[in-house]
């Protein structure tokens, strides 16, 4: 990776393009995004209803001037638990000429350092069944699989 460092900060509006771009450059990305530009309005729309929302977090790792990693965390609020908070994490992604270079872990452990100062008891994610990398990647990050997803599409 290059000497430059990395940079974590929240998501901008401008960083929108290369988010988009991002989703797009992954193998089941490039089957449902749609970087091209301009840019769909739903992920205008999308990015201000996740940018004012208090339990949202756009998550960009940025080195130099160039956006290389997202994420999204969700903050939920619980009932059980006395109470809790947990943070979920969801399209997280690494531009594909950094991958396996370490920016994916750094990211993971900045959205796991906002999560605790958040005050959650726990970071949960999925990931897809079909991506066996992916999984050992969350495992080695210390993530434990204990539960079935289930989604209905509508």
Do not use: W
């Amino acid at each position: 990776m290059s000497a430059v460092p990395l940079q974590f900060r929240r998501a901008k509006r401008g960083d929108l393009e290369a988010i988009v771009a991002l989703f797009a450059d992954d193998e089941l990305g490039r089957l449902r995004e749609d970087p091209s530009l301009p840019l769909n309005r739903r992920y205008e729309e999308a990015f201000a209803v996740i940018d004012g929302d208090k339990n949202q977090h756009l998550l960009v790792a940025e080195q130099g001037q160039r956006v290389i990693g997202i994420l999204q965390i969700t903050f939920i609020p619980y009932l059980s638990r006395l109470g809790s908070t947990r943070g979920h994490v969801e399209s997280v992604r690494v531009a594909s000429d950094l991958r396996g270079q370490g920016v994916g872990s750094q990211l993971m452990q900045e959205a796991i350092r906002i999560c605790r100062a958040r005050g959650c008891f726990l970071v949960q994610l999925t990931t897809d069944i079909t991506r066996e990398k992916t999984r050992q990647f969350y495992e080695n990050l210390g993530f434990e699989t204990s539960h079935h997803g289930m989604k209905l599409l509508l």
